[in-house]
T-cell receptor
């Protein structure tokens, strides 16, 4: 059974804290993505990675960084959390090329509240 | 400019009736794919249906069908015989090739569907 696992479902952090959101996939996918979901805005891409140590900015990278030291793991880092980063974060993974249909897989989401 | 537009933030439908969720998209690439996902309150994204830009026929998966009108750049989801369990957020998404990731998914803002008993 294919799986994308996000380490934390619910987190509450204080303003200014450094926050790590971890994502692990067991499908040997090249691509991994971090999305942020907010009401009315849908899912917006923060960062993606297409290979180990490779990363590219998505649509809303400000205030975030990422790390991909191993193929199966993609971490999202909030260097100094702010209240406007309160949101639901979704990780996803896929093969690099030629995918269609049900070939992008999502984690269950991490609900982050910054107080 | 928005690449995927879902104009219905929320919709009600009576149980057992059909409902159409709207989605329009914008791309200049001839090769693309369109997806619909369901997201229940638990947060997981459930894949429903896929339509490739070169597919001649509209995609169908059980009670779900995609009304693909390429010239109008619309990809509406039709759910037949609505059930209470269909109450959820629904997202339209588009895959465009290119770039280092090979494929990227862009999402619309979502439509919250509520099925009334």
């Amino acid at each position: 059974d294919v799986k994308v696992t996000q380490s934390s479902r619910y987190l509450v952090k204080r303003t200014g804290e450094k926050v790590f959101l971890e994502c692990v996939q067991d499908m040997d996918h090249e691509n991994m993505f971090w999305y942020r979901q907010d009401p009315g805005l849908g899912l917006r891409l923060i960062y993606f990675s297409y290979d180990v140590k490779m990363k590219e900015k998505g649509d809303i990278p400000e205030g975030y960084s990422v790390s991909r030291e191993k193929k199966e793991r993609f971490s999202l880092i909030l260097e100094s959390a702010s209240t406007n980063q309160t949101s639901m974060y979704l990780c996803a993974s896929s093969f690099l090329q030629g995918w269609s249909g049900n070939t992008i897989y999502f984690g269950e989401g991490s609900w982050l509240t910054v107080v | 400019a928005q690449k995927i537009t879902q104009t219905q933030p929320g919709m009600f439908v009576q149980e057992k009736e059909a409902v159409t969720l709207d989605c329009t998209y914008d791309t200049s690439d001839p090769s693309y794919g369109l997806f619909w996902y369901k997201q229940p309150s638990s947060g997981e994204m459930i894949f429903l249906i896929y339509q490739g830009s070169y597919d001649q026929q509209n995609a169908t998966e059980g009670r779900y069908s995609l009304n693909f009108q390429k010239a109008r750049k619309s990809a509406n989801l039709v759910i037949s015989a609505s059930q209470l369990g269909d109450s959820a957020m629904y997202f339209c998404a588009m895959r465009e090739p290119g770039g280092n990731a090979g494929n990227m998914l862009t999402f619309g803002g979502g439509t919250r569907l509520m099925v009334k008993p």
